[in-house]
């Protein structure tokens, strides 16, 4: 009869795959904050045009006599058109919607952090969880987070999103020491 040596200690290679997670968590966190952040920003720019321009279109209209020559009528439809532009760019690609969500998914991305960095602040020997069940539920979370979050544009990751030092985990230092 064989015996199945079954290894429920946390080696190198759990280790490894913990701090990927971990990094992986905050790099997605802070990218859906910027993300969140950018939307959230240009909501706030759009609604401002609408709203300058708007009242300046209002007070044209009500401070001026019945007769408004061609060029005053000229720069009313332009301020109100520019008005209602912005408007409908708010309401077309719905930034504070956007906003929200990226930041939902932040959160989640946040909180999965924060459960890596219960187990990661642990020495290894101490864990009372078994590797592969933790990394699996991990696992299991990303992948509800993953299917459950709107996209951002890689173009948008690439140029705006990202930053050098996105991929630090202080894990690794922690660990190194272990």
């Known amino acids: 009869m064989s015996m199945l040596i079954t290894s429920s200690s946390w080696g190198n290679y759990e280790n ?17 904050q910027r993300a969140s952040d950018f939307h959230n920003s240009l909501y706030r720019f759009f609604g401002l045009i609408t709203v300058v321009s708007s009242t300046i279109a209002s007070t044209i209209s009500w401070g001026s006599d019945e007769d408004i020559t061609a060029k005053q009528q000229m720069v009313l439809s332009s301020i109100t058109t520019i008005s209602a532009i912005s408007a409908a ?12 969500n990226y930041i939902t998914t932040a959160k989640s ?19 009372d969880i078994q590797p592969h069940v933790f990394l699996k ?4 979370i990303f992948d509800i987070i993953s299917d459950q979050r709107i996209e951002i544009s890689n173009c948008m990751v690439k140029h705006i999103y ?11 230092g922690k660990h190194a020491k272990y």
């Open 89 to 100: 760019i708010q309401n077309f690609y719905k930034f504070q919607e956007n906003s929200n």
């Open 162 to 172: 990202a930053k050098d030092k996105d991929d630090e985990s202080y894990l690794e």
């Open 137 to 140: 539920k991990i696992q299991g």
């Open 109 to 127: 991305y946040a909180k999965l952090q924060n459960k890596i960095e219960g187990i990661g602040n642990i020495h290894p020997e101490s864990r």
């Open 16 to 32: 490894e795959t913990l701090i990927h997670n971990h990094k992986m968590s905050k790099i997605y966190k802070k990218r859906y």
